[in-house]
């Protein structure tokens, strides 16, 4: 079977300072597929996405989203991805609607739309909840009003920065079931997570470390390949491999 | 050494903790799990006299301490979720500031800065700028600062959240190394695996406590059979297709490569799951976690 790949890394890098946060690294992604971005802290797997999503400037390299240069043709590329980031940045004193009126609004959709989507998240979660401000309201709810946000435009491609972090084993399923749907859809995903168990549900895996790729693969191959029965123990050996060469 | 009798605390409608009752044995390892907002840290809070109870009472030693929380203060280290160090001084810089406002007095200073540390790995980093550290370093430095008063008992509030797996680890490590001296250890987070290392295990869901006791007593007394089956192709369309079954539906998850069965009643229908393999396990905390988080929403 052929892939498609949608978007192309290739030699990225960021520098802070005298620092490389990301150091020429090159992988694609491919069109409907869940691709998992493992890494310690600090890696470079925020900086990777912030540079792909036009969030952060590239220090050398290129990225093409849908053949669409991300240097130069960014707004383009923006109308077709959806990023949550990190502890997701809903309004904490506004409501969950006021949110979605604002990021809607953000996105440059018109009122009706915007009013279409209000209408549809009522569907998942009840009115009153709703009515509430996110400082208010339960994580696991938060959570899904984030994901909302971000799929408001109806994003082709979906980049999610640790969306479990902080979140219970019950509701961090639940996601995954979310993000699975949405994979049905169509939908490319990038998730990253520190939540190892969760990798295994990717069809595929990058892990980073000090800026540079140091695995990639499908899950069960790449713990075929090594031996190895757990995710946890595969990062570990891929971790100190790295760090003692 | 700590006992805690019917916690209450409510912010307008929302009950952020529950008539919460607990008892933290001395030089233990007590673990508060549970999800962001679930009330871990406003229970920490309460603690330390940061939050005003609404209700209940805390007794140190036997003895309420009534209003009086610098009884508890006094002798206790806290690291919030968010602590402050600061970024353009140096780990060692922090070290003496923290030292000055803790007032640990100059004949001791250098070498109990030296010995914690070396005890938390940073000894090496010692002329790094705070702002340069990794997140877990940042985490090990926090640590050390707290650790400057030689506090009895040490809380902690998610000192790992969105930290990656190793440093986790590490930093749990150095918690154990921590009680094995004799410190009485509050821990809140929202990582099972982690979770594992206490002595006492807190399950803590809306405020209240759902399930507590012993990793070993929760382990023995977990009331269901716990299947482990590898699904023949993916794992989300295994599942979609497991759920259609109105009697096993709410007893299904996924885990990593496998879906999890836990089978409550005499009935079971493991036979009725198609898979390539099945193999009956013990359960972890996460498990546990599900199974009683479970049947509180079931209630």
Redo the contacts between chains.
């Keep these: 079977m052929q892939f498609e790949d949608i978007i192309r890394v290739n030699e990225l890098t960021k520098k802070f300072g005298a620092f490389y946060a990301v150091n020429r690294i090159s992988f694609n992604i491919r069109r409907g597929e869940i691709l998992g971005f493992l890494?310690?802290?600090?890696?470079g797997k925020t900086t990777t996405i912030k540079m792909i999503t036009g969030l952060l400037r590239i220090t050398s390299g290129n990225v093409f989203v849908k053949g669409l240069n991300v240097k130069k043709q960014i707004k383009q590329i923006k109308a077709f991805t959806g990023y949550m980031s990190?502890k997701f940045s809903l309004y904490p004193l506004l409501t969950s609607l006021e949110n979605i009126e604002f990021f809607g609004g953000i996105s440059g959709l018109p009122r009706k739309e915007i009013k279409k989507f209000q209408q549809q998240i009522t569907d998942m979660i009840p009115v009153k909840i709703l009515k509430q401000k996110i400082m208010?309201i339960?994580?696991?709810i938060k959570q899904q009003v984030a994901l909302f946000t971000c799929l408001m435009p109806d994003p082709d491609i979906i980049f999610l920065d640790?969306p479990t972090?902080?979140?219970?084993?019950?509701?961090r399923?639940d996601f995954?079931?979310q993000i699975?749907k949405l994979k049905k859809a169509g939908k490319t995903i990038l998730v990253t997570t520190?939540?190892?168990?969760e990798a295994?549900?990717a069809d595929r895996i990058i892990i980073i470390h000090n800026g540079k790729i140091i695995r990639q693969g499908e899950?069960?191959t790449l713990l075929k390949n090594e031996n190895m029965d757990?995710?946890?123990d595969l990062?570990?050996k891929a971790?100190t491999d790295h760090e003692t060469n | 050494m700590l006992e805690l009798d019917g916690l209450c605390k409510s912010y307008d409608s929302i009950k952020a903790v529950d008539n919460i009752s607990l008892s933290i044995a001395p030089e233990s390892l007590t673990v508060l799990a549970g999800a962001d907002g679930a009330g871990k840290s406003t229970l920490l809070k309460i603690i330390l006299g940061l939050v005003k109870k609404d209700r209940g009472k805390i007794y140190l030693d036997q003895k309420p301490i009534g209003s009086d929380f610098s009884k508890i203060t006094s002798i206790t280290g806290y690291m919030p979720e968010r602590f402050s160090l600061y970024t353009d001084l140096s780990v060692e810089e922090n070290m003496n500031f923290f030292s000055d406002i803790q007032e640990v007095p100059r004949r001791r200073r250098e070498d109990l800065k030296q010995r914690l540390l070396e005890k938390t790995g940073m000894l090496p980093f010692k002329k790094r700028r705070a702002g340069a550290l990794s997140g877990g370093m940042k985490q090990k430095l926090a640590l050390s600062t707290i650790l400057l008063s030689s506090p009895d008992i040490i809380i902690l509030d998610e000192p790992t959240t969105g930290v990656d797996p190793l440093s986790r680890i590490e930093f749990f490590n150095i918690i154990e190394e921590l009680k094995e001296e004799g410190k009485t250890i509050i821990v809140s987070t929202p990582y099972l695996d982690e979770a594992e290392k206490g002595d006492d295990i807190v399950f803590i869901k809306n405020g209240k406590i759902i399930k507590q006791g012993s990793i070993q007593s929760l382990k023995e007394n977990f009331p269901a059979r716990l299947f482990r089956i590898l699904p023949e192709g993916n794992i989300f369309k295994a599942i979609e297709s497991i759920r259609a079954d109105d009697e096993i539906t709410d007893n299904v998850y996924i885990r990593g490569r496998y879906i999890k069965y836990m089978q409550s009643g005499t009935a079971g229908f493991i036979d009725r799951i198609p898979a390539k393999e099945v193999k009956k396990v013990s359960p972890t905390l996460e498990d546990i976690y599900l199974y009683y988080e479970r049947n509180i929403n079931a209630v």
Excluded at chain 1, 39 to 43: I, T
């Design positions: 890494g310690p802290n600090g890696a990190q208010d339960p994580p696991g640790e972090s902080g979140v219970d084993p019950k509701n399923r995954w079931m699975y520190h939540n190892l168990d295994e549900y899950p069960s757990s995710m946890e990062f570990k971790v």
